[in-house]
């Protein structure tokens, strides 16, 4: 099994090298070739490839990809009146979503210790731009299209802190919780500032967001997705797959062992939620729906948790039949590995995952 998903990691990191993934502007597709959260997880996969394989044209890609992303960050200032910065979804006049930045950024953290040190340093002050744009806010809208300011977008009182808002969303400053920022922002990208700066204030929101996320829990293992201050049914494995990177790098990286154990206590019902929710064919979700494009990390939940799971036979199973259908060609063709490119860049990072653990990270 382990000979048959590095052959299918390998000719998926063939695919996204004729991408031109570093260029942040994906070429032979059109879907959402600009997206800096999809380029992003790319960039992560050939990341990957190189610390498995030693693949030295992926690593240079993967790097290319990161000068590119801190080049388009969008300058502005707190309400402090500090040096700030932040990147919008897609193109400089793209929507400021803490998911999609979240999630790029995460990416630029996870590949910066590969950088040597004029690039790292380049890259660690656009991460901490972005740190400050997200912890003290901006003075004005950023994008002058006449929206509210905020002094955080971090909530720190109440039954909601530690999670974070969205940025802005459908036209007006947003600032409720929101899982997937909470996520991807909060819990994976703080962690892994960290972890480069040794901040505690980072370590700090990143417990944060992550202990947010685990209370949110509902009892059969589900995180729900919420949004603007409203609870959604339509994305549950999007939103394991987002909280999921969340809780391994905070596991990894804080430093914290009561926190790691809480995640373990914590997320065994979420373990059994993936597994009960297994379709027989071996997949999530319903076939190349959004939520199932977003879904493939949630496969790492189960391949992380399987050293200390008390499911760990069921878990392995589980993602045994997952590997099965990928690597049946007519699944994999019918799932958009090769074609959809969320999708394809998840399936890389978990498959990454899977051949050698927390190589993503």
Request: glycine residues 10%; charged residues 20%.
């Amino acid at each position: 099994m382990h000979q048959r998903i590095r052959a299918y990691f390998d000719d998926l990191c063939a695919w996204i090298t004729g991408l031109d993934v570093g260029s942040n502007e994906l070429k032979g597709t059109e879907d959402t070739a600009g997206s800096i959260f999809i380029n992003g997880n790319f960039a992560r996969v050939l990341m990957a490839s190189h610390r498995i394989t030693g693949n030295e044209a992926h690593r240079d890609e993967a790097l290319r990809w990161g000068d590119t992303f801190c080049a388009s960050q969008q300058r502005t200032q707190t309400s402090k009146g500090d040096d700030a910065g932040y990147w919008p979804d897609v193109g400089p006049q793209g929507n400021i979503y803490f998911g999609d930045a979240g999630t790029a950024a995460h990416a630029l953290a996870s590949i910066y210790s590969t950088a040597e040190p004029g690039r790292q340093e380049t890259w660690r002050a656009a991460m901490e731009r972005m740190a400050r744009f997200v912890i003290d806010g901006c003075a004005e809208d950023p994008q002058g299209q006449g929206r509210d300011a905020t002094p955080s977008w971090v909530i720190r009182e109440g039954r909601d802190a530690g999670a974070l808002g969205c940025g802005y969303y459908r036209g007006k400053l947003s600032v409720e919780p929101y899982t997937i920022a909470t996520a991807t922002t909060g819990g994976a990208f703080f962690s892994e500032l960290y972890a480069i700066t040794k901040n505690p204030q980072y370590r700090e929101l990143a417990a944060g967001a992550v202990t947010w996320l685990l209370q949110t829990r509902k009892d059969d293992g589900e995180i729900p997705y919420t949004l603007a201050g409203q609870t959604l049914d339509s994305w549950p494995l999007d939103t394991m797959s987002y909280c999921t990177e969340a809780f391994i790098a905070a596991d990894l990286l804080l430093e914290d062992e009561a926190l790691r154990q809480n995640l373990r206590r914590q997320l065994e019902p979420s373990v059994h939620w993936m597994i009960s929710g297994q379709n027989p064919d071996g997949s999530w979700g319903a076939l190349r729906s959004a939520d199932q494009q977003r879904s493939p990390r949630a496969l790492t939940l189960l391949t992380w948790a399987c050293p200390w799971t008390a499911q760990r036979e069921a878990a392995a199973k589980a993602v045994n039949a997952y590997c099965e259908f990928l690597l049946n060609p007519e699944n994999s063709a019918a799932y958009g590995v090769k074609e959809l490119v969320r999708t394809s860049g998840f399936v890389g990072l978990a498959l990454a995952d899977l051949l050698q653990p927390n190589c993503t990270f």
